[in-house]
């Protein structure tokens, strides 16, 4: 029989074990043909600091990088291995990164809806990963990230401003080769440059660092 649906608001209290930790039942199916899966900057300095290997060959080895189509900002993907195209890091059932996987993996049992008072509803799908009277508030599902609500806050604000500012700023530059060096330099600022001791500091600074730049590139192109 079918695990009933609940919706789930970000405050709600649900009405069975909602104090019980759930746990990674390793049914593999957030790690299967996932490779559109987004990967944040925040999700990068986890990764990062849990095997502690230089960000720029970690994104190399285990990321594909690519442009958003409509944002046109500097993306990162999963890549996935070619046999069943499962996420790299999954190895029999088992995920590398234990505790340190991207926030995309473990919203991967929700559904994000809007309800009709535009509050954001998470709606429990049918997942070994929320088994039957195992609910338990959003919020704590995602308790392992470091400073989750500052830093998705920060990430947010920048890309909204990259966003906004490439519409202007791709109609000013004409030249590839400009082009690729803007990307190259952009790339460099939101997901690799460490300017900071723990993540929210590098954040914050990266935050500044991008603004500066957009700055500067508003009165040279005369946006």
Same mark, same amino acid.
């Not at 929700?110 to 509050?119: G, I, L, P, Q, R």
């Given at each position: 029989m079918a695990k009933e649906k609940r919706n789930l608001m970000l405050e709600d209290v649900l009405e069975k074990s909602k104090h019980e930790k759930n746990k990674c039942t390793n049914c593999n199916d957030c790690c299967i043909d996932?490779? =559109?899966y987004l990967i944040t900057p925040i999700d990068i300095l986890n990764i990062k600091n849990y095997f502690n290997l230089d960000?720029? @060959?970690l994104i190399n080895t285990y990321f594909n990088i690519d442009v958003g189509h409509f944002s046109k900002v500097p993306i990162l993907t999963l890549k996935t291995l070619k046999e069943d195209?499962? /996420?790299?890091?999954?190895?029999?059932? &088992? /995920? !590398? &990164? =234990?505790?340190?996987?991207p926030k995309i993996c473990n919203l991967k049992s $929700? =559904?994000?809806? $809007?309800? %009709?008072?535009? +509050?954001v509803l998470y709606i429990n799908k049918d997942s070994? /990963? !929320?088994? %039957?009277? #195992?609910n338990i508030f959003l919020k704590n599902w995602l308790s392992k990230f470091d400073n989750i609500d500052e830093l998705e806050?920060?990430? +947010?604000?920048? @890309? &909204?401003?990259? $966003? &906004?500012?490439?519409? #202007? !700023? !791709?109609?000013?530059?004409?030249?590839?080769d400009e082009l690729n060096i803007y990307y190259?330099?952009? $790339? @460099?600022?939101?997901?690799?440059?460490e300017n900071g001791k723990t993540n929210l500091e590098i954040m914050k600074n990266r935050k500044k660092e991008l603004e500066s730049l957009m700055n500067y590139l508003k009165e040279e192109f005369k946006i």
């Open positions: 996932e490779k =559109d960000a720029e @060959y195209e499962s /996420c790299i890091f999954n190895r029999m059932s &088992l /995920c !590398l &990164l =234990d505790e340190q996987n $929700f =559904d994000v809806k $809007f309800s %009709k008072s535009k +509050n070994n /990963c !929320l088994t %039957k009277n #195992k806050k920060i990430w +947010n604000e920048i @890309y &909204l401003s990259l $966003f &906004l500012f490439h519409k #202007k !700023l !791709l109609s000013k530059i004409n030249d590839i190259n330099l952009i $790339f @460099y600022k939101i997901y690799i440059e």
